[in-house]
């Protein structure tokens, strides 16, 4: 997506000056001219200027005038799936779930490309639609069985929605590919497991699981939060204000955590 950019001479400073001259000293529709020159309507920015553009916004955090760049650059090549997923991706990051879900749709109708189906996974699983991310993820497996980010996703789809023994199988076989979380792709891997096993009801292996992700992660709030509610299950009140503690440390404008605390 990224290309070199080149500035057409209209867009110079000069040319810009120039052309209010010429209108100034009255070279207009009376002198040969359809327009005055610096009444005629400039030409449509270059695709990849656009596209620069934008990216440039979004290294800077300006995601609402990337997004309109890259729209106006899909009025020159409407058939771009590079452009259509990152609009797909800053959409979600906005979170607008059907914008994002549009355009990512639309980047998978022109090509099948397992990352944006991942991605298009994780915005159905964002906006809660575990049905539809489980879906998502199942075609990714399909094509590529051994993929960690869909298992571990796939399995949090499944245990979203009930479906535990599914859950189990996605969820350990990511384990058994990657039992060191080595990949970025696994690194919530342990908090999906430890909410698979809380919701069967196997608190000590929830609490294994759990206790892998604060080694791992210490500055991770969510375990404690989870050893918190397991510490309360187990009517443990000291043991689950200590968790619930860590948690607040971590993270002073948690609400929940600042609740349990106090």
């Known amino acids: 997506m990224t290309t070199t950019r080149e500035t057409p001479a209209v867009y110079r400073p000069q040319a810009i000056a120039f052309a209010a001259i010429l209108m100034v000293l009255g070279y207009h529709a009376g002198c040969g001219a359809e327009l005055p020159i610096a009444a005629r309507p400039l030409p449509p920015a270059p695709w990849p200027d656009l596209v620069n553009d934008a990216n440039t916004h979004i290294s800077v955090g300006a995601y609402a005038s990337a997004i309109s760049l890259l729209e106006q650059s899909l009025d020159i090549r409407p058939d771009e799936p590079d452009v259509l997923y990152k609009l797909g991706e800053l959409l979600s990051s906005m979170g607008d779930h059907d914008g994002a879900r549009r355009y990512l749709s639309a980047s998978l109708a022109l090509s099948d490309d397992i990352t944006v189906r991942n991605y298009l996974g994780f915005v159905e699983e964002s906006a809660g639609s575990h049905a539809a991310a489980a879906a998502q993820f199942e075609r990714v497996i399909t094509t590529e069985p051994q993929n960690l ?114």
Not at 150 to 166: D, I, M, P, V, W
């Open 149 to 262: 980010y869909a298992l571990a996703h796939l399995g949090l789809a499944y245990t979203q929605s009930g479906r535990l023994n599914e859950a189990f199988a996605a969820l350990e076989a990511a384990h058994g590919l990657d039992p060191t979380r080595a990949s970025p792709d696994t690194a919530d891997l342990d908090f999906y497991l430890g909410l698979a096993y809380e919701s069967a009801g196997r608190l000590p292996d929830a609490v294994e699981a759990y206790a892998r992700l604060v080694l791992a992660a210490p500055t991770d709030r969510r375990p404690y939060m989870r050893l918190g509610a397991i510490h309360e299950r187990l009517d443990d009140l000291p043991g689950a204000k200590k968790q619930f503690e860590h948690a607040y440390a971590l993270d002073a404008a948690d609400e929940e955590a600042r609740a349990q605390v106090e």
